[in-house]
């Protein structure tokens, strides 16, 4: 693959990048596409895990530190990380922040930006804030072929009984990857969020039930400037 296919993904929190999509970023990245990682915020609202493992003030680095072993797992490269406050997304300054992932978006030169849709999945509202810049980037950025945001069918929570999870239409996604020819390498980016697993009720679930979750990852084609993009291509080839 050629170098010049390159993916922006952005999140909020350090194991956004994992849990929906970290799948099709493995996959991506074995195809030779250059996949970079945005992530918001150090993550520093999050748990220091059951047993805590660290004191509320070292969870940023040590969130730091999870995020760039996902990152080496999945084999992408190490992460960008700003420096928003974890749980205050929505309160950002717009134009800052969309500034400066403009600014990664000029240094990367991505065709593709992937992020959160308006419902968050989860509906946490950092999820939501940082789709909308993601977003609102996407529109500054002529050069960027597509926008793609992670999503979860209707069908799926329904047969999962997940009703806190946002859902669209199934005939809204545009892609469904399965992913169980990098399930291993997904699961090991999982686990070295170790502060967070706790905070994920799937992961205490029989492997069927986890498998069927997080083993097939779903978006949407948000937004485009053509017809064709590489992320839609090369994952669905992989899928045939």
């Not at 050629?2 to 493995?26: C, I, M, N, Y």
């Not at 597509?146 to 009984?161: E, N, Q, W």
């Not at 999870?165 to 070295?192: F, G, Q, R, Y």
């Amino acid at each position: 693959m050629s170098d010049r296919q390159r993916l922006l993904a952005v999140f909020a929190h350090p194991d956004d990048e994992t849990f929906r999509s970290g799948g099709s970023l493995a996959l991506l990245a074995q195809c030779g596409v250059r996949v970079q990682v945005l992530t918001a915020t150090p993550g520093q609202a999050g748990s220091c895990g059951n047993p805590p493992s660290c004191a509320p003030e070292e969870l940023p680095a040590v969130r730091e530190r999870e995020l760039r072993c996902a990152c080496a797992a999945l084999g992408i490269q190490p992460p960008i990380l700003l420096d928003y406050q974890d749980g205050q997304l929505s309160d950002a300054d717009p134009e800052r922040i969309v500034s400066e992932i403009l600014a990664v978006v000029r240094e990367v030169h991505p065709q593709i930006i992937l992020t959160y849709g308006p419902d968050g999945v989860s509906g946490h509202p950092d999820h939501i804030a940082i789709g909308h810049f993601a977003t609102e980037t996407f529109h500054r950025a002529g050069d960027v072929v597509a926008l793609h945001t992670i999503s979860v069918p209707r069908s799926l929570a329904k047969k999962l009984g997940m009703t806190q999870i946002h859902t669209v239409p199934d005939n809204a996604i545009t892609l469904t990857v399965d992913v169980s020819k990098v399930w291993e390498i997904k699961m090991a980016a999982i686990h070295c969020h170790r502060t967070q697993l706790g905070e994920s009720p799937i992961l205490a679930a029989p492997e069927e039930k986890q498998r069927l979750f997080l083993g097939t990852e779903h978006f949407r084609r948000a937004q485009a400037r053509q017809e064709k993009d590489y992320f839609t291509e090369i994952l669905s080839t992989i899928n045939s």
